[in-house]
């Protein structure tokens, strides 16, 4: 009888454990593993034009393709590659890493959403206490394993959501963004097609904030955040506005190559691209001791499985986000 008993117990603890399990889409072990991968000392910190950021791109690429995403070109397949100038007169040749799957509506499927990350980092610097990797753990390792994760999902998924979607590996942006502006200037995809961008940075420190929670940058020029509201009722997730992101931080991610546009000697806002961070604490970035053992996976795992449910109700809703060009124009373009 005892032992039945504890053959029950046991019988319904594993069920439990295993039906929460399922609920998250992609197991913090898996991100955990990609993540020490990326951000190991092997990576030597992903430098731009360094043999790493090959490997790194190449890794990406393998999880785009086990997922089932569709390569961004017949000729280059998941690269999209470019030359961009670098630091010592010399010309660095880099590659994003670009995979889609295509809407399962007939009239949406010809809009997009890019969800995009950057996986470059800083490479090798000044040593700090004996340290001089700096690993970029999460940034932005943190970013691109939540953008696999959901290549993972959204690719495996039976029945895909309504408009198409863009999965987005970005090198270059430790040097302003270069193969985000490279993409958007030379994009796949007539621009006005691309509805939103969703761009993740740092999404593994979430000590400060707390958990199920993150920031969504440019909040002050944009309605969008409401609209967030309005759906994370139902869920487990916060956006933080309540914090309101200093605005400054709009700009110093990929988000604004697609936000972003110069007319003249003015800049307008384009199409509606926003960063998603897990942290409002920023002491550890640009740091040696940004290292993959400080993350929170089961807070990145749980982040999935509510990204899963939110791209595809973004992907069915009208999306009619609007930009507020005169908040944004008094914060960067006062005289
Ligand atoms: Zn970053």
Redesign the pocket.
């Known amino acids: 009888m005892k032992d039945l008993f504890l053959t029950l117990i046991l019988l319904i603890s594993g069920m439990t454990g295993l039906y929460a399990q399922d609920s998250l889409p992609v197991p913090a072990e898996k991100l955990k593993t990609w993540c020490y991968f990326l951000a190991s000392d092997e990576m030597k910190g992903r430098k731009n034009g360094s043999p790493e950021m090959k490997i790194a791109a190449n890794y990406i690429a393998s999880v785009f393709k086990d997922a089932g995403l569709k390569p961004f070109s017949a000729a280059t397949g998941y690269f999209q590659e470019y030359t961009t100038p670098g630091r010592n007169l010399d010309t660095l040749a880099e590659r994003n890493v670009i995979g889609m799957i295509e809407g399962s509506d007939p009239v949406l499927k010809n809009e997009w959403i890019v969800l995009s990350a950057?996986f470059d980092?800083i490479g090798i610097r000044q040593p700090v206490n004996g340290d001089s990797i700096y690993n970029?753990a999460d940034?932005?390792a943190s970013?691109t394993v939540t953008l696999m994760a959901l290549a993972k999902v959204f690719g495996g998924m039976e029945v895909k959501p309504k408009r198409s979607i863009i999965f987005a590996a970005f090198s270059g942006?430790?040097m302003g963004m270069r193969g985000s502006r490279w993409f958007v200037a030379h994009s796949p995809i007539a621009l006005d097609q691309i509805k939103l961008d969703i761009n993740f940075?740092?999404e593994g420190e979430c000590a400060t904030l707390g958990k199920n929670k993150y920031i969504l940058t440019g909040d002050l020029f944009t309605d969008f955040d409401d609209l967030l509201d309005s759906y994370n009722k139902n869920t487990s997730w916060e956006c933080a506005n309540v914090y309101k992101t200093p605005p400054g931080v709009f700009q110093?991610?990929d988000n604004a190559a697609f936000a972003v546009k110069r007319e003249g000697d003015k800049l307008i806002l384009n199409i509606p691209a926003f960063t998603l961070v897990t942290t409002d604490d920023m002491s550890v970035?640009h740091k040696v001791t940004d290292e993959p053992q400080r993350l929170d996976y089961d807070n990145m795992a749980s982040l999935v499985g509510y990204l899963r449910g939110l791209v595809i109700f973004l992907a069915a809703d009208p999306l009619n986000i609007h930009w507020d060009q005169e908040a944004f124009d008094q914060f960067y373009q006062k005289k």
């Open positions: 950057h980092h970029g940034d932005n970013g942006e430790e940075e740092m110093a991610s970035i």
